[in-house]
């Protein structure tokens, strides 16, 4: 992740969010939801009225959530570790967990956790993300939006495809980027490219040089 040989100006950023992604997998379960106590207001969290989730138990929503989220920033990390991280911190907290190694219970729980809570945690975050982003850390003065193409299909055929080239050529204290797209149907869609890669690389060196 640190790794940028070309563009060492990089490396700061990348490396700001490696020591806080590292910080966040290395927390303990109550920590974990210190940390991110400011993020996750307690009414996200609370327990259903009804239903699944409805009543305040061992394996609560928030527990179950946290313990569902240390294994996300832990992909390796088995229901079992999850576990006795939930084990842990009701020791630390004088709650009645059994020391079992039976992850049935918490599997089940987790497997409950409502998509719709999922979705509301992250717009939640996502909201909250934008709001902390000053004017002055914006993209050419724009947001960036983002769009899931994974539904967007078109026939894979020669007139539908480009190859794009990257050319990097780097000195001690700089680095220059080429970069050159064949295919064009037309001058305009030629134009079209070439404005959209100079505002890709404009914007890189605006982000790069400070």
């Not at 490396?11 to 700001?16: E, F, P």
Request: aromatic content about 6%; proline content about 4%.
């Amino acid at each position: 992740m640190n790794s940028t040989p070309y563009l060492p100006a990089l490396r700061h950023q990348l490396g700001r969010f490696a020591s806080t992604l590292s910080a966040l997998q290395n927390a303990p379960l109550p920590q974990l939801q210190l940390l991110l106590s400011s993020l996750l207001p307690a009414h996200l969290l609370s327990a259903n009225d009804d239903g699944a989730h409805s009543r305040e138990r061992i394996f609560s929503l928030r527990r179950v959530f946290f313990a569902f989220l240390w294994q996300v920033l832990n992909p390796a990390a088995a229901c079992r570790e999850a576990l006795r991280q939930l084990q842990a911190e009701a020791r630390l907290l004088g709650a009645s967990l059994s020391d079992s190694d039976d992850t049935s219970a918490y599997c089940q729980a987790r497997r409950r956790l409502p998509t719709e809570l999922l979705e509301r945690i992250l717009r939640h975050t996502a909201q909250l993300a934008g709001q902390r982003v000053a004017d002055g850390q914006l993209w050419f003065g724009r947001e960036v939006k983002l769009a899931d193409g994974t539904t967007v299909s078109m026939p894979d055929t020669p007139e539908n495809q480009h190859t794009v080239t990257y050319a990097l050529n780097g000195t001690d204290d700089s680095t220059e980027v080429t970069i050159t797209q064949d295919n064009n149907a037309n001058e305009k869609e030629k134009a079209e490219s070439e404005q959209n890669w100079r505002t890709v690389l404009d914007g890189m060196k605006k982000l790069l040089e400070g």
